[in-house]
């Protein structure tokens, strides 16, 4: 079965700091890959996706992230935080069930903090 | 953009009444959405999938006769918790696929049974 693994349950990061938050993945194929950002007590917001083709995929909000199929692993970035970047960040990955229909997965979120 | 309007964003409801969560698609028509619950601090757990015009496909170990869902049209998929009792308090969360891959999240609900 697919899973998604967020080791950092909490990071804390100065605000002006680069950030790099880690996704590990197990699938049996090429997934598609998925970095959301949640406020406290809201819904989710999308930041970036990866479906195929350049590794290296752009966001909103200044955040990227790599694909890197040799380490399953989609790690987010941002070169520059800014407090409003305090939030929860879930890595998910969208498979498709023995019924064929597609639905996500999601990791265990990683906590940011932003600190002046 | 694609937008999920999800109501109420919060309720309290009294042990062994019903509460209903209402999930809808804006702008866009949705044959596809999800329904989530998440606890605190932890990550959404995806309690099942609703199709429109059909039956909803549940998670292993969610009770389906206590989380009723119906998605009876392409813009409305509502989750109905029944006899609801304080184990069910918890955040629920409603997504609408528009396209392969295409996800949009409502902004949650927070329900509290006293």
């Known amino acids: 079965a697919q899973s998604v693994t967020q080791p950092d349950i909490h990071i804390t990061v100065s605000e002006g700091a680069s950030l790099e938050l880690r996704c590990n993945y197990s699938?049996?194929?090429?997934?598609?890959l998925f970095w959301y950002v949640q406020s406290p007590g809201q819904g989710l917001q999308l930041l970036l996706k990866?479906?195929?083709?350049?590794?290296l995929v752009q966001g909103i909000k200044g955040f990227e992230a790599e694909f890197k199929r040799s380490q399953s692993s989609f790690n987010l970035r941002k070169p520059s935080v800014h407090w409003s970047d305090a939030a929860e960040y879930f890595c998910?990955?969208?498979?498709?069930?023995?019924?064929?229909?597609?639905?996500?997965?999601f990791g265990t979120g990683t906590r940011l903090t932003i600190i002046p | 953009g694609a937008v999920v309007s999800q109501h109420p964003s919060w309720v309290i409801c009294k042990s062994g009444t019903s509460v209903k969560i209402e999930c809808r698609s804006l702008?866009?028509?949705?044959?596809?959405m999800f329904w989530y619950r998440q606890f605190p601090k932890q990550s959404l757990m995806l309690m099942a999938t609703?199709?429109?015009?059909?039956?909803?496909?549940?998670e292993q170990g969610v009770e389906k006769d206590k989380f009723l869902i119906n998605h009876a049209s392409l813009t409305l998929s509502t989750l109905t918790v029944t006899s609801a009792h304080p184990e069910d308090s918890s955040f629920y969360i409603c997504?609408?696929?528009?396209?392969?891959?295409?996800?949009?999240f409502g902004s949650g609900t927070r329900l509290t049974v006293v």
């Open positions: 997504s609408a696929r528009q396209g392969y891959g295409g996800y949009t």
């Open positions: 998910a990955v969208g498979v498709v069930s023995n019924f064929g229909n597609e639905k996500l997965t």
């Open positions: 702008d866009f028509q949705a044959t596809t």
């Open positions: 990866y479906f195929s083709g350049d590794t």
């Open positions: 699938y049996g194929a090429t997934p598609y």
């Open positions: 609703s199709n429109e015009g059909s039956k909803a496909t549940y």
